[in-house]
């Protein structure tokens, strides 16, 4: 509860995804209660404070990220191991979207040759590794990444926004990409296999204060008809439509909540 806004307060991370669903949680709750998009407040640790101390009331999350950047452990959780472990916090999770957005690294798509598996790395000191900063410090992140695989590279850090242009002007070799990012397969990169399983799964979730059903039954109830309704494709082509095609993340959120016909 904003003691400033009465009305349900969504929250989102600074990247282009989390601004998007960001937008379509506000749409869908915007038709049945008064309901604000606090747009890319910052990093996990920002966003899960802001909602911890009540500043917005819930945000789009993914399994893994809870489980490892929020909850810190360092061997996986389930859905209900973590639900359990929320709610003494005044937190739950609910309504699974449908897809999983799995960090991974992955180089130019050079025609042939070259590593093809994270183990590969190990063997190439010289790459030169550029990390988003929040990667670079995460439980599920580089240091564990590092041990795992015995790489050598030191990485230098990098906003994700701009990962892509890094590696394509060849400042980089080698990027975390998130999974459903729209250039990994606009730009042909070669995503590295994680052979030994390192990264867990990060199913998109809401992530909420557990008095908002009873504040904003409608809403809520709307919201939960999102369960299952985004899938990997989807998530991927909604990305497009902002990274690619230059669309607001409104306009894209509009088209998901309130679809119109397009002209044929
Ligand atoms: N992820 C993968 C990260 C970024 C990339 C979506 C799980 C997160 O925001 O937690």
Redesign the pocket.
Known sequence: SNAADPALQIGS?R?TE?YLLGEILTQTAARHTPARHQQGLGN?AIVFSALKAGSIDLYPE?L??INS?ILKHTTPSSFEQIRQELAPLGLGIAVKLGFD???ALAMRGTPAGGPTTLADLAGMPPLRLGLSHEFLGRVDGWPGLAQRYALPQQPTGLDHGIAYEALMAKQVDVIDI?STDAKIGKLGLRVLTDTDHYFPS?EAVLLYRLDVPQRFPSAWAALGQLEGKIDNRRMIAMNAAVELDGQTFAAVATQFVAPTATAP
Do not use: A, D, L, P
Request: without cysteine.
């Open positions: 991370k990247f989390s996990t993914y893994g990220t950047e957005n799995t960090y998130y990060y």
